[in-house]
T-cell receptor, first 112, second 117 residues
């Protein structure tokens, strides 16, 4: 699985869009980009995933560059409850081994 | 609520002891994963079971072992405990291959906090 690089921490004002970048320059053609978040020692929570098209769900949007070497997770209207560590993970989907390889993530702090 | 349950929530024990952590996956999920998270660290994958059989192994110590039972619940056994084994232990489950494969989403339990004194 490809390695990802994320900034260790970011701040964002409440109500503004939070944009979390992730670099995955060695991503393979069949690897998806997944985002999870972990709120203070709770179990991680799936947010969104994508292959090459931009994706949106009720939680967030995922923008993947055309060369797929980087992506951005967007929380459109951040709230205090979005304060968490956000993990960007790349892996092959459809593989029988679904293990996720976790990096250090980005600690996002939403400020009032 | 993810639908994954873990017991106990907290466990305090002494070095050299043995403990068992239990996980019940979401209804219908056949895969169970175990992860370890030490203080302020990322999650480390330990082991995966699918329908009772070991499917993948990560950085799991020889002192640790796991199994998945016919009812699909799983147990992680930690023996000869050391201070460095103090951590959060998470269990996750996912749908069987062929079902929701596009997502490969893993659902995590609330974790068991193990403290070794």
């Amino acid at each position: 699985d490809a390695k990802t690089t994320q900034p260790p921490s970011m701040d964002c004002a409440e109500g503004r869009a939070a944009n979390l970048p992730c670099n995955h320059s060695t991503i393979s053609g069949n690897e998806y980009v997944y985002w999870y978040r972990q709120i203070h020692s709770q179990g991680p929570q799936y947010i969104i995933h994508g292959l090459k098209n931009n994706e949106t769900n009720e939680m967030a949007s995922l923008i993947i560059t055309e060369d797929r070497k980087s992506s951005t997770l967007i929380l459109p209207h951040a709230t205090l409850r979005d304060t968490a560590v956000y993990y960007c993970i790349v892996r092959v989907a459809g593989d029988s081994n679904y293990q996720l390889i976790w990096g250090a993530g980005t600690k996002l702090i939403i400020k009032p | 609520d993810s639908g994954v349950t873990q017991t106990p929530k907290h466990l305090i024990t002494a070095t050299g002891q043995r403990v068992t952590l239990r996980c019940s996956p979401r209804s219908g999920d056949l895969s169970v994963y175990w992860y370890q998270q030490s203080l302020d660290q990322g999650l480390q994958f330990l082991i995966q079971y699918y329908n009772g059989e070991e499917r993948a192994k990560g950085n799991i110590l020889e002192r640790f072992s796991a199994q998945q039972f016919p009812d699909l619940h799983s147990e992680l056994n930690l023996s000869s405990l050391e201070l460095g084994d103090s951590a959060l232990y998470f269990c996750a489950s996912s749908a069987a291959p062929g079902l929701a494969v596009k997502t490969n989403e893993q659902f995590f339990g609330p974790g068991t906090r193990l403290t070794v004194l």
